[in-house]
């Protein structure tokens, strides 16, 4: 079954505002990953969290977990264009690494 | 560059033609990974190999046959497929299976049946 949905599913800002990505899981996570994949290519790794942490930073990306109400949002501040792409969370879980369907981001200059 | 190589990059083929789409890392892991991308669904695990034992077969039809010969290469072998089946088809390897490890993602196969 799923695990992580993000929300929401698209998402258009200016060139230098902060965009705010949220994700939602089901059942209990070891970590979420969050995850870039430009249109078309291979999925690149940004960050990841575990389930003991609350929040992590990875220049302009911040993540949050919120265990208690199984969400994590990614914010990626002071937008540029070469953040266009989908932003995906994954949940890690056993052997599975599970990925929910993506929020799209573009980011108009 | 992730580390992670699939060939080819596209690939069409017929309902009754047999190919296969390979997949090498050379990041050192110990598991790898094929995922199947379609339009508007999440991505699908179809496999995961650890120590280049399958762990996880999430429910795919037997006309997808993975191979795992050592820890850096994995192929996928195709053969019967449906128009359905036409998909980006990706590889993934990490240093351990699940929790704690991130994942390195190819490319991607760009596969159409046709």
């Known amino acids: 079954s799923q695990q992580g949905e993000e929300d929401p599913q698209a998402l258009s800002i200016q060139e230098g505002e902060n965009a705010t990505m949220n994700c939602s899981y089901k059942?209990?996570?070891?970590?979420l990953q969050w995850y870039r994949q430009n249109s078309g290519r291979g999925l690149v790794h940004l960050i990841l969290?575990?389930?003991?942490?609350r929040e992590k930073h990875s220049g302009r990306l911040r993540v949050t977990l919120d265990t208690s109400k199984k969400s994590s949002s990614l914010l990626i501040t002071a937008s540029r264009a070469a953040d266009t792409a989908s932003y995906f969370c994954?949940?890690?879980?056993?052997?599975?690494?599970?990925f929910g369907q993506g929020t799209r981001l573009t980011i108009n200059p | 560059e992730t580390g992670v190589t699939q060939t080819p990059r596209h690939l069409v083929m017929g309902m009754t033609n047999k190919k296969s789409l390979k997949c090498e890392q050379h990041?050192?892991?110990?598991?790898m990974y094929w995922y199947k991308q379609s339009a508007k669904k999440p991505l699908e695990l179809m496999f995961v190999?650890?120590?280049?034992?399958?762990?996880e077969n999430n429910s795919v039809p037997s006309r997808f046959s993975p191979e795992c010969p050592n820890s850096s290469h994995l192929f996928l072998h195709l053969h019967t497929l449906q128009p359905e089946d036409s998909a980006l088809y990706l590889c993934?390897?990490?240093?351990?299976?699940?929790?704690?490890?991130?994942?390195?993602f190819g490319q991607g196969t760009r596969l159409t049946v046709v």
């Open positions: 993934a390897s990490s240093q351990f299976t699940g929790f704690l490890a991130e994942a390195f």
């Open positions: 059942t209990s996570i070891n970590n």
């Open positions: 969290i575990r389930s003991n942490e």
């Open positions: 994954a949940t890690g879980r056993a052997q599975k690494l599970v």
């Open positions: 990041l050192g892991h110990n598991a």
């Open positions: 190999y650890n120590f280049k034992e399958q762990t």
